[in-house]
């Protein structure tokens, strides 16, 4: 078979997947080393045909995967490959780009810093940042708290109780001690609890991973100017949400952040893994992550992407990111960030409106916090049934000690499924 035909068929197959992904059991329905045990130890002597890789990936893998391109995954916080994503991905692998220094890859390193560009403006950031792409969040939040370190000789990681896990595992990594500071009723990071002694940054949350709170983020800025210490704005799932005005409320005091991250491929429809990171002191980033061996100096004096996170080479995730943006336009985005806050906010007001079910924290996005009255086990046991059904996924968190069921929507492909129709 030639690489045209094994394409069609490859395309063909992840059509037919978009098509019928709504149909799978969500949650992968399987036990662990299942998956493992029913393909050989050891690998071919011989070259197989790429139809045996697809044929496996229908009887083998697939039972084996949980299904987060399913309109009905609402763990976590939902996400979306979309189309355009898609196929680009295929000629980003197809091109094979290595952007360790610009000339080994003008286009891509070009792509990404405009890319960032525009995303910033169609997210209303401030004009002149500085922005590019890591792999995760996780890996955004490790280079600006090595920038910070860096640029204050600071010692300290401040965040609030409800950061992500990923504040403290960049914190261990870089030898920070990590300062935890509570939330108040809302689950938003006390100002008046704030310490900055010996502070290297502050990470400030607008949408956390366990109710989507946000964080005081004009108050955190004042604190951290009067002590000079870095501000981290962590707004990986929400930030995508500023494409639409009526949720800008949320980014204040953000423009006054030395670093924000948001991640594309969580709610800006970029397969995974696309973190998007800006910066308004790329030279406190060059200073972090800058270093060139003989072999890598060249005449050009551009800016190359190493030198403003820990990876030397960088596949071209750029691509990806503009063909959704191209595809979809401000206005496409917009209609799906808006649609899934309305089905979010559809579903906040069933859980209201039935006797015996409460809400366990404000909504403000596509996040909607809820459980049963009465004990965790109750609710620990309606999410394991649910998600042993395969007819949803959801995921749970701990708010004011108690046992919370999230259901976060994402999805580009979830609709209502009205009560009345059932
Ligand atoms: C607020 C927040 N920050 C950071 C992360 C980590 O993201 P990543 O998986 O890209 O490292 C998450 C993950 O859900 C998150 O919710």
Redesign the pocket.
């Known amino acids: 078979m030639s690489f045209r035909e094994d394409g069609a068929a490859a395309l063909d197959w992840a059509a037919r997947y978009l098509e019928r992904v709504g149909d799978l059991p969500v949650l992968a329905q399987v036990e662990p080393g299942e998956i493992r045990a029913r393909l050989p130890a050891a690998p071919p002597e011989r070259g197989e045909p790429f139809a045996d890789v697809l044929r496996d990936l229908d009887q083998i893998l697939l039972p084996g995967i949980t299904h987060w391109q399913s309109p009905r995954f609402f763990a976590?916080?939902a996400v979306s490959a979309s189309e355009p994503g898609i196929l680009a991905e295929l000629l980003a692998a197809t091109l094979n780009s290595v952007a360790f220094l610009w000339r080994t890859s003008p286009a891509s390193t070009e792509l990404e810093f405009l890319t960032l560009d525009w995303v910033a403006q169609l997210l209303g950031l401030p004009e002149g940042w500085h922005g590019h792409i890591e792999d995760?969040?996780?890996?955004s939040?490790i280079a600006a708290l090595a920038a910070a370190r860096e640029a204050t000789g600071g010692t300290v990681v401040v965040c609030s109780e409800h950061a992500?896990s990923?504040v403290d595992k960049a914190a261990k990594l870089l030898g920070l001690e990590l300062r935890k500071t509570p939330a108040d009723d809302e689950f938003r990071l006390r100002v008046d609890a704030l310490d900055l002694a010996d502070a290297a940054a502050v990470v400030a949350?607008v949408?956390?991973?366990s109710s989507a709170s946000v964080d005081p983020v004009p108050e955190i800025a004042d604190a951290c100017a009067a002590e000079g210490v870095w501000l981290h704005v962590?707004a990986?799932?929400a930030g995508s949400a500023w494409v639409c005005p009526e949720f800008r409320w949320s980014q204040a005091g953000v423009e006054r952040a030395d670093s924000l991250v948001v991640?594309a491929?969580?709610w800006l429809f970029t397969p995974m893994?696309c973190?998007l990171l800006w910066t308004s002191r790329p030279e406190d980033f060059r200073r972090a992550f800058s270093l060139v061996p003989e072999y890598l100096r060249t005449s050009e004096e551009v800016d190359s992407l190493p030198d403003y996170g820990p990876a030397l080479g960088r596949r071209f995730r750029s691509l990806k990111l503009w063909a959704v943006l191209r595809c979809y336009g401000r206005d496409g985005l917009q209609a799906r960030i808006r649609e899934a806050v309305r089905l979010a906010e559809l579903f906040e007001g069933w859980v209201r409106d039935e006797p015996g079910w409460e809400l366990s924290a404000p909504r403000h996005f596509s996040l909607v916090c809820f459980r049963r009255e009465g004990r965790d086990e109750a609710n620990e046991a309606i999410v394991a049934r649910v998600n042993r059904s395969g007819e949803l996924f959801l995921s749970h968190t701990r708010l004011n000690g108690r046992y919370v069921i999230r259901l976060a929507v994402g999805n580009e492909r979830t609709t209502a499924y009205l009560k009345s129709t059932q």
């Open positions: 976590y916080f995760t969040a996780s890996t939040t992500h990923s949350t949408g956390t991973t962590d990986a799932y991640n491929h969580k893994d973190s």
